[in-house]
């Protein structure tokens, strides 16, 4: 195997065959019909959004998620197969991933989405809820792929593992959502390297703020994020509809991409990454972020929990 390098415009990209079949070049096209896509976090928000995308282009759906009224809902909406199931348990994943293969006979994507975050500096945010956004964002991606990998070694599918900016952009108080994302970008390098010689491609999905639950939730229940939101400039403040987001990840697993972000400037985060973490670039964040640090510990403390009600009443029940 020869493993993809960079080259100059006037010599061959030198990929195999089986790194081509992949998509690490581009590579083939799926098309939907007669294709089974199991999609984690479905109840709403991002997953949601992608699965409607996905139906409309003609996918079996298999859709898991914790939140049951929800799930019911767009299960509903959609058909498909669906199953309450927690990411964190590997064990339940593979019975999802069973009852869907036992339904339509394969499974050619995955849509690793599922995902919580929480609030408050690393002195304040209550450790269980740290765990967590690990156990859910990470575990939760490494135990979905797990359990699909046998049925998309088969079809030679597709994994789309749902990370963030916050993988490229550090935030103070969101210290566990973003080294979980971090996480997710890089489980999602290394699954690419182990899978794409076995026909497998791997992409990361990398998205700025998305009008979901989950963050409107947090607005309205921590103010001093609410004020955080507000006071991002341009593009960075910009909240972006869950449905562009699905569409945007739906055409991002048809094309078995590498990346994918959303809004596209998402991409510029990345190559600005090195340049954030540099002394000055961290004393001015630093400097800016100390007042809403203050008052989100304020309200962690007032409040007692790190998370939106919804979010920790759904952990609460699992």
């Known amino acids: 195997m020869v493993v993809p390098r960079a080259v100059g415009p006037a010599t061959k990209t030198l990929v195999t065959d089986e790194w081509r079949r992949a998509g690490v070049d581009g590579g083939t096209i799926m098309t939907f019909p007669k294709k089974t896509v199991l999609v984690t976090g479905t109840a ?36 498909g197969m669906s199953r309450v199931a927690d990411v964190r348990d590997l064990g339940a994943m593979h019975e999802v991933v069973a009852d869907g293969v036992a339904r339509f006979g394969r499974i050619d994507a995955v849509v690793a989405n599922a995902g919580i975050g929480s609030h408050g500096s690393i002195e304040q945010v209550d450790a269980e809820i740290f765990r967590a956004v690990f156990d859910t964002n990470v575990l939760g991606a490494f135990h979905t792929v797990r359990a699909a990998l046998p049925h998309l070694l088969a079809s030679r599918g597709y994994a789309l593992l749902v990370s963030s900016v916050a993988a490229y952009v550090p935030a103070a108080g969101l210290a566990a959502y973003c080294a979980s994302k971090a996480g997710v970008e890089q489980l999602a390098n290394a699954l690419r390297l182990e899978l794409a010689p076995r026909g497998v491609a791997v992409g990361s999905a990398h998205m700025s703020w998305i009008d979901t639950p989950l963050l409107t939730d947090s607005a309205d229940e921590f103010r001093a994020f609410d004020r955080f939101l507000r006071s991002l400039p341009g593009p960075a403040g910009t909240i972006t509809s869950a449905e562009t987001c699905g569409r945007r990840l739906a055409k991002a697993i048809e094309g078995r991409k590498r990346r994918v972000n959303v809004p596209r400037w998402v991409g510029m985060a990345r190559w600005a990454k090195p340049l954030l973490t540099l002394p000055i670039a961290e ?16 309200e962690v403390a007032r409040t007692g929990r790190s998370a939106t009600v919804h979010t920790a009443s759904i952990l609460n029940e699992a």
């Open 44 to 79: 709403s928000g991002i997953g949601a959004a992608t699965a409607r995308a996905l139906h409309d282009k003609g996918a079996d759906l298999v859709l898991a998620d914790l939140d049951a009224d929800r799930l019911g809902a767009i299960s509903r909406e959609l058909g």
């Open 283 to 298: 004393h001015a964040i630093g400097t800016s972020s100390r007042d809403t640090i203050r008052q989100l510990d304020e």
